[in-house]
């Protein structure tokens, strides 16, 4: 097995990721990862294709997932990003409802393919996101998984985690949100130069 790496999504390591996403037939539909992202100055989500939007997002330095690696292929991520950035969460009104001190950085969704599901891929995202903030200068990181211990989820309708995933790497649960996922809470230290 190759050693996984994890490096940030950018023009860079655009077609790593674009080949994973076409891989998925453009993840849930054609999504390319955009539905949390909200407008930016400079780019109007209405009127572009996923394909489209996302590049223009990752040009603008608008998008940020920390990219799972084996060898020279993207096997998986994490997106996150400011709640400028990504403010279409699930539940908004009800955390925007009762929020007190917004996290510096949010963690919308996971994505694995297919081939290395269950593999420990979106651990190893988790884990990249949190370094990526550490080297961005640190804050304070939310995640909002799911939790329906009752009902078994398919591993590819797992994009924003679980509870334990989140817990294994010191995230803190704060309260519910709706009635299948947790608003849970971390503070990422910077890394010291």
């Not at 998925?24 to 209405?46: L, R, Y």
């Not at 223009?56 to 709640?83: C, M, R, T």
């Not at 608003?183 to 010291?192: G, I, P």
Request: glycine share 10%; proline share 5%.
């Amino acid at each position: 097995m190759t050693a996984r790496e994890i490096r940030p999504l950018a023009p860079q390591t655009w077609d790593a990721f674009a080949a994973l996403v076409e891989k998925h037939n453009g993840i849930f539909g054609g999504c390319w990862c955009c539905s949390f992202h909200g407008d930016t100055p400079t780019t109007v989500k209405a009127g572009h294709d996923g394909r489209t939007l996302k590049r223009l997002f990752v040009e603008e330095g608008a998008a940020h997932a920390a990219l799972v690696f084996e060898g020279d292929a993207a096997i998986g991520w994490a997106q996150y990003g400011s709640p400028a950035e990504l403010p279409n969460i699930y539940h908004r009104k009800e955390y925007a409802a009762n929020v007190v001190d917004p996290a510096r950085y949010r963690i919308t969704c996971f994505f694995v393919d297919r081939d290395h599901r269950r593999s420990g891929v979106a651990r190893d995202a988790l884990a990249g996101v949190l370094q990526l903030v550490a080297a961005a200068g640190g804050g304070s990181v939310e995640g909002y998984p799911q939790n329906d211990p009752e009902k078994k989820i398919s591993a590819s309708f797992l994009y924003s985690g679980t509870r334990s995933m989140f817990e294994a790497e010191g995230f803190e649960y704060v309260r519910p949100l709706g009635t299948k996922r947790q608003l849970m809470r971390r503070e990422v230290e910077a890394l010291s130069r």
